[in-house]
């Protein structure tokens, strides 16, 4: 089974307050066979979570309004089970370290390859 019909149902959230970010993060995951629900901020994140099934976030650290580490401590506190990635460019070691203490399942650094994000997304629903 190819990667495409095997996540074909899967559904990811991209939070990004970037429009040209998520954008491009979409057209990858339309191309992998997820389909994709977007948010700008961690407000419209939860928002999101409330109204759409999702399996896998996709999160930026840096955003304004309500920023990824917090939004990341806030999905572990009312979504438990939920999968995460957090994503990052600025001062992204540290940051995506942080990230993954505070309940990131995987931590990419911007910019990402395709592959490696598509990769990455059935890593944590396998």
Request: glycine fraction near 8%; charged fraction near 20%.
């Amino acid at each position: 089974m190819n990667a495409v019909s095997q996540t074909a149902s899967a559904s990811v959230l991209v939070v990004d307050d970037e429009p040209g970010v998520r954008s491009a993060l979409r057209l990858v995951l339309e191309h992998g066979g997820y389909s994709v629900t977007e948010a700008a901020n961690g407000i419209e994140a939860m928002d999101r979570l409330r109204t759409h099934s999702v399996d896998v976030v996709l999160i930026d650290l840096f955003m304004p309004e309500k920023e990824g580490l917090e939004t990341i401590a806030d999905f572990r506190q009312h979504y438990p089970g939920l999968k995460i990635i957090a994503i990052s460019g600025a001062f992204s070691g540290e940051f995506l370290e942080i990230a993954k203490h505070l309940g990131a399942d995987r931590a990419l650094a911007k910019p990402i390859r395709g592959a490696d994000l598509l990769a990455t997304i059935q890593g944590v629903l396998s």
